[in-house]
């Protein structure tokens, strides 16, 4: 019989909640009822897996995945790294990490974005990698800009990188997005802001890490991100697994 | 003071905005980056098994069409068997039963080719009726939406079936069962997903 180790429940009071007026775009797009709680079966401890004949070893470098030959995007270099663990501490190695960014100017390439700033003629915006074996990730890119927004009439998003993540079970699936230490707009963020508690927020703030640098190069930030842990096998109740 | 307990707390959620697209599909959003794209073959050419379409189209509270989600698909192969160490048994060569779909950014279409997913081991020996896992993700959704999809014409799987069962509301039900209908001699499952209001999708928290 199958009896697969179950992922510690989500944490929903720190999470954000689906309605969030402040942001406005969740209000039409928030479910009403309550979410049906349901124990893990094979269907979430699964989830797809990914290798090396998925991703090719320039994806991670956006400094150069969509550059010219010989040039760069303008803006300010960086290495974007850490690690992807569990709520148990273990290192999730070769999970799919994604990211996707604004250019310098807080100009996305994308067909539904006009804002002003312009496009960077040497800047993707999109990177993806795999951990190594202990779970760790770097990306080399620009920080991206601030850009406005239409929710109140005056909003700036702070500077941001969205990533995606996906550990080894559906279960675990995960985007969020990575601000910048000392970024006066997360304060004001109304997207920041659906994360109810301050504790949460600091875990989405990447500090400047001067270990990482490459001198003369590019400066560094460090992202550590945290997906569901699984339950050991101790009771007889257990599903078994990990 | 006790001891400190030391797990870690999980990430916090953030919407995947209005340009996922960038990242997770660059191609739908007009560039050429990477030399392939995740998730656009969900079974492989050698899946066994009932060759499907899936389609349908997300709806906010106000009865608008979502132009900007993006969905990802997690689902069994034909003899009910998921692409993962953990699965006993083995899925063709090339099936991952993993996709990826954006909408039509006019429409808010959205579909999916794949094979129908066979029953899979529920908990306590339980069997489930076939079933594709989804996850939801768009500018104002602030953490994923997990449901799944199930098959009209499993009348009797789905009447047995564990998670089915779990929502209390047999009205609610409903909102999981796709509806087969056929196109040019292949079966076509419509999908509509309601975030909000009147006939609100089920939605769960796995
Ligand atoms: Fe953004």
């Not at chain 1, 999970?95 to 100009?107: F, K, P």
């Not at chain 2, 698909?73 to 996709?99: I, L, M, T």
Request: aromatic content about 10%; some cysteine.
């Amino acid at each position: 019989m199958l009896k697969p180790g179950e992922f510690y429940q989500r944490d929903r009071e720190w999470q954000p909640p689906a309605y969030s007026p402040d942001y406005k775009t969740s209000v039409a797009r928030s479910p009403r009822n309550a979410l049906i709680s349901l124990q893990n079966s094979m269907s979430e401890i699964t989830g797809p897996v990914f290798g090396h004949n998925d991703v090719d070893p320039i994806d991670n470098d956006l400094l150069s995945n969509y550059a010219k030959p010989g040039e760069s995007p303008i803006g300010e270099r960086i290495i974007l790294h850490g690690r992807v663990l569990d709520e148990n501490g273990r290192p999730l190695p070769n999970t799919l990490v994604e990211i996707w960014q604004a250019n310098a100017g807080g100009r996305y390439r994308h067909k539904k974005d006009t804002y002003l700033a312009p496009i960077d003629p040497n800047f993707g915006g999109c990177g993806r990698v795999l951990t190594d074996e202990n779970g760790y990730y770097h990306f080399r890119t620009v920080k991206p800009g601030a850009y406005p927004w239409r929710n109140w009439v005056n909003n700036w998003r702070p500077a941001h990188i969205h990533m995606s993540i996906f550990g080894t079970a559906f279960a675990q699936r995960l985007i969020t997005q990575c601000y910048f230490e000392g970024d006066p707009l997360i304060a004001r963020c109304p997207i920041v802001n659906t994360i109810p508690d301050p504790k949460a927020v600091e875990r989405l703030i990447a500090p400047l890490d001067l270990n990482a640098t490459i001198p003369l190069d590019a400066i560094a930030y460090k992202f550590d991100i945290v997906l569901r842990g699984r339950r050991s096998t101790l009771f007889e109740n257990r599903l078994e697994g990990n | 003071m006790p001891q400190e307990l030391n797990y870690l707390k999980e990430t916090p959620s953030q919407t995947a905005g209005p340009y996922v697209h960038i990242g997770l599909a660059p191609g739908a959003a007009g560039f050429d980056i990477y030399r392939q794209e995740l998730g656009w073959d969900i079974a492989g050419p050698n899946a066994k098994g009932e060759r499907i379409r899936v389609e349908g189209i997300v709806i906010d509270g106000t009865g608008s069409p979502v132009k900007d989600v993006l969905i990802e698909a997690w689902q069994a192969n034909a003899q009910g068997v998921y692409a993962h160490p953990e699965h006993p048994g083995e899925v063709e060569d090339g099936f991952r039963g993993w996709g990826r779909v954006i909408t039509d950014f006019e429409t808010g279409e959205w579909g999916f080719d794949t094979v129908k997913p066979g029953p899979v081991p529920g908990r306590s020996g339980s069997m489930m009726a076939p079933h594709i896992n989804l996850w939801i993700v768009a500018r104002g959704i602030n953490i994923g939406l997990n449901t799944r999809l199930y098959f009209s014409n499993e009348e009797q799987a789905n009447a047995a079936d564990p998670v089915i069962n779990l929502i209390e509301w047999e009205n609610r039900r409903q909102t999981l069962i796709a509806r087969r209908g056929a196109r040019g001699g292949q079966a076509v499952y419509r999908f509509d997903i309601r975030l909000q209001g009147e006939n609100e999708t089920v939605f769960f928290d796995i």
